[in-house]
């Protein structure tokens, strides 16, 4: 799913200030946290986990938000879940196999027990997938499954998928939440989505307001009792806020919730760590290639180019990214190697040439192209979107940077209102996605509501061609078909990419052995381990 940082990220509660000042800021409140001896009264039992928005549901059916699905995953998992390589990995399954092209048969964990006592069987599973497909409850996520035939129950553990048609990306989609069968039908929605009930490692307590959330350990979770007494989820939408949480000893975990300036002064805290992972989180340039010189190959070409994206990592980023060639990070099983653009100024100027766009009188003077750039009004976006004009101006590209209030800017970008713009997919898992964003039938219009996500409007027909051959093909034929597909899309450029953000997660003394997720997943709280105040001598001063 599309979710930049710009959703659920640093909002402008407090008056905005330029980004090199509030890391200023910042790193002058952490030396007087940290020099003038201060101690703040200790947080509440258990672990305390900063989130930047609140979940739109906790129940995974309605949940399109990272909040809601990641905090939906720790009450109530699916069959399978997916590794860091984005690999299918069982989860409330034993084990899964395809019985043939169109049947996909999941065995469950033997025992296994929701929060209320209840037995999970193959009938629960059953009733959690018909449900998604009834028109009655209205998931947002219905459409997913609609090469899904029918779910047959084998036996008590025992449940099998029969496919209208041979379609991989499927097994994604079978990572749903499972439910009771009793609260999977539109009779149970209120119930779930005020009290939700799952089989995950922790169980639901208080929903109180949309700031707080408390859970609680579930002893029947099949993985054994997590060893964490409480978590508490609190919402503390400004940045500078959470970063001084953290510091005063009154916060515990942020995921990916700290712009990377700041990060440098948290490591200085004797009671924090920052542990980082590489990510899956896929940041890029969108263009619009419907019309204007940017229907130019070339054009586009010539753009990135022109960019200099090692730069950006280093200085901006501070080294927590990994220049991008695809949508696809190097660490997931279907990413290919391709020759990229790679930054020359040089081979710009001869493209921008050929395209008809010569420079009207030499460096420095009037521009050769001139293109809106749109971005959100997070500081750290904003602050790579002067970088990015700044660049192309050396190559006699003028950019106006217009910076939007998110809903705003996203709206633009959905309609296909713009020229450029940056955004971050949030994760990149199944590599289906690529057919999400590129192919030709998901150019967004009334007729889809605007939801297409080929917000450029690519249309490749071969490329549309190979895509749609990877929905049907085994494994390792779609590995071959994904690496035709990102050499197209590294000729076509409908994108430019930018980078991959690591999974950085800064974490208290009072939590141990937690290891981020490199999809951004709240999931490892369930292996993480609780330090008592009294062994913890690591505290803030």
Request: proline content about 9%; aromatic content about 8%; glycine content about 8%.
């Amino acid at each position: 799913m599309d979710v930049p940082p710009d959703i659920r990220s640093v909002t402008d509660a407090m008056p905005p200030l330029p980004f090199r000042a509030a890391v200023r800021v910042v790193s002058a409140t952490l030396a007087l946290l940290l020099y003038a001896g201060c101690r703040e009264k200790a947080p509440p039992a258990g672990i305390t986990v900063l989130l930047e928005a609140p979940p739109d549901s906790l129940d995974d059916r309605f949940a399109l938000t990272a909040h809601g699905q990641r905090l939906a995953q720790l009450i109530s998992p699916g069959l399978l879940t997916f590794d860091d390589a984005s690999s299918p990995v069982p989860q409330l399954a034993e084990s899964f196999r395809d019985v043939s092209a169109t049947v996909v048969e999941f065995v469950l964990r033997p025992g296994l027990t929701f929060h209320d006592g209840t037995a999970l069987t193959a009938e629960d599973v059953k009733a959690t997938y018909d449900s998604l497909r009834d028109p009655a409850l209205g998931s947002p996520k219905r459409e997913r499954y609609e090469p899904l035939e029918r779910v047959e129950v084998v036996d008590a553990r025992t449940v099998r998928f029969h496919l209208k048609r041979p379609y991989a990306p499927l097994l994604a989609e079978l990572s749903a939440a499972i439910l009771p069968a009793e609260r999977a039908g539109p009779q149970g929605i209120e119930a779930q989505a005020t009290h939700p009930v799952g089989a995950g490692p922790f169980r639901f307590e208080s929903w109180p307001d949309e700031e707080h959330l408390t859970l609680t350990p579930f002893a029947g979770w099949h993985g054994g009792t997590p060893a964490l007494s409480r978590l508490t989820f609190r919402v503390v939408r400004d940045e500078t806020t959470r970063v001084l949480e953290l510091l005063k000893g009154r916060a515990d975990l942020v995921v990916n919730g700290v712009s990377p300036a700041v990060l440098p002064a948290l490591r200085e805290a004797p009671h924090l760590r920052v542990v980082t992972k590489p990510g899956t989180g896929f940041t890029y340039v969108g263009v619009n290639l419907r019309e204007g010189p940017l229907a130019d190959v070339r054009v586009r070409q010539a753009l990135c180019h022109l960019i200099d994206v090692g730069p950006l990592v280093e200085h901006k980023l501070h080294g927590l990214a990994e220049p991008a060639s695809s949508m696809l990070p190097r660490e997931h099983w279907a990413f290919t190697a391709t020759p990229a653009c790679g930054y020359s100024p040089e081979e710009a100027g001869r493209l921008l040439d050929a395209a008809g766009y010569p420079d009207p009188d030499g460096p420095g003077g009037k521009p050769r192209l001139a293109f809106t750039f749109k971005t959100s009004t997070d500081r750290f976006r904003r602050a790579v979107a002067l970088v990015l004009k700044e660049q192309l101006a050396r190559g006699g590209v003028a950019i106006e940077v217009r910076a939007l209030e998110f809903g705003t800017f996203f709206e633009d970008v959905r309609r296909g209102r713009f020229e450029l713009f940056t955004l971050k997919w949030a994760a990149v898992m199944e590599p289906d996605l690529l057919r999400g964003a590129f192919h030709s039938g998901n150019i967004p219009g009334p007729e889809n509501h605007w939801g297409g996500f080929n917000r450029g409007a690519l249309k490749a027909p071969a490329l549309d061609r190979v895509l749609d051959a990877a929905t049907q093909a085994p494994r390792e034929e779609r590995r071959a078909l994904y690496a035709r597909a990102q050499q197209e899309l590294d000729a076509l450029l409908p994108v430019i990419p930018l980078w991959h953000e690591a999974s950085v997660a800064v974490v208290s003394s009072r939590l141990a052995d937690f290891e981020p997720s490199a999809h951004g997943l709240l999931t490892p709280l369930a292996k993480a381990r609780e330090v008592t105040p009294a062994a913890d001598t690591g505290r803030a001063p």
